[in-house]
């Protein structure tokens, strides 16, 4: 079955980068949307970053500019690369996966996760 697994996180000072990856293993979908969501305790996830198969991305407002989410479809890591962290970025990063290419126009919606299917366990960030 299918499964993500993040790595990468870590702590990094406002204004620094770092860049985050995420292992998608044993999937077969002919097309597909992947995303990257954050989550702050006592707040709800939300989108940061998708794309999709045939090439199509999308950013949320607060780090668009600043962060890149990129794909190796040889080697089935999805990255996110974050650039002039902010404190704001502080947050607790997942990865998503999802048959289809639909749920790229829901990346940013409230409640958007529920349009993917697979996760992976989260990789912490932390900006001071």
């Known amino acids: 079955h299918v499964q993500l697994v993040e790595s990468g996180g870590g702590s990094v000072q406002a204004g620094g980068s770092l860049t985050l990856s995420c292992a998608v293993s044993?999937?077969?979908?002919?097309?597909?949307?992947l995303a990257w969501f954050r989550q702050d305790p006592g707040k709800e996830r939300e989108g940061v970053a998708g794309l999709t198969s045939d090439g199509r991305t999308t950013y949320a407002a607060s780090v668009k500019d600043r962060f890149t989410i990129s794909y190796d479809k040889t080697k089935n890591v999805l990255f996110l690369t974050i650039s002039s962290a902010q404190p704001s970025d502080t947050a607790m990063y997942y990865c998503a996966a999802t048959p289809g290419m639909g749920a790229i126009n829901h990346v940013l919606e409230s409640a958007g996760e529920l349009y993917f299917q697979y996760w992976g366990q989260g990789t912490q960030v932390t900006v001071s």
């Open positions: 044993d999937h077969s979908f002919t097309t597909y949307c």
